[in-house]
T-cell receptor, first 115, second 112 residues
């Protein structure tokens, strides 16, 4: 049981480059979400999804795109990287509240540096 | 909107000391409340949770009680260990659990 798998673990980008952070879960969780962690800011919600084909914006969505074509995968796309997007990114998933809410399971994170 | 406020850190304690990390929240309706822990260089792990008023979550000697009247969910442990050194996050969700809202985190450092 792999849980939530994020790739890559580390990435360095140049300003203006684009890339996709991958997130996959094998627990048949309906809800998935992306957070960024910055010093002194805690974790802030970027985008979330309540099922395949359904996504919505969180607190800090600008500069990021998401899609959810399958239950398992929830990639996060940086369209044109900026130094302000230097952060640690976490993906998380959970069963829906209707199925019993046990708390989110987090991936191990992607440390992104934009130079 | 919904929000979580936790005490500023760092919190520095000696081994076997009593720990309290304060957490208060603002939310509409009846959120579920959580404490997550992040050990150095790792992701977040669920420490404990409570889904309704007066529920007590507990795990690994840590406890927190959902107090609706004071909108609080303070984390406590009677005797901390060096291995408890980590960052602790208080969080909430709405009833549908669509996403988590986090506090800014409290760093705990325990020395022997």
């Amino acid at each position: 049981n792999a849980g939530v798998t994020q790739t890559p673990k580390f990435q360095v980008l140049k300003t203006g480059q684009s890339m996709t952070l991958q997130c996959a879960q094998d627990m048949n969780h309906e809800y998935m979400s992306w957070y960024r962690q910055d010093p002194g800011m805690g974790l802030r919600l970027i985008h979330y999804s309540v099922g395949a084909g359904i996504t919505d914006q969180g607190e800090v969505p600008n500069g990021y795109n998401v899609s959810r074509s399958t239950t398992e995968d929830f990639p996060l796309r940086l369209l044109s990287a900026a130094p302000s997007q230097t952060s640690v990114y976490f993906c998380a998933s959970t069963l829906s509240g209707a199925q019993g809410f046990g708390g989110y399971t987090f991936g191990s994170g992607t440390r992104l540096t934009v130079v | 909107g919904d929000s979580v406020t936790q005490m500023e850190g760092p919190v520095t304690l000696s081994e076997e000391a009593f720990l309290t990390i304060n957490c208060t929240y603002t939310a509409t309706g009846y959120p579920s409340l959580f404490w997550y822990v992040q050990y150095p260089g790792e992701g977040l792990q669920l420490l404990l949770k409570a889904t309704k008023a007066d529920d007590k979550g507990s795990n690994k000697g840590f406890e927190a009680t959902y107090r609706k009247e004071t909108t609080s969910f303070h984390l406590e442990k009677g005797s901390v260990q060096v291995s408890d050194s980590a960052v602790y996050f208080c969080a909430l969700t709405d009833q549908a659990g669509t996403a988590l809202i986090f506090g800014k985190g409290t760093t705990l450092s325990v020395s022997s």
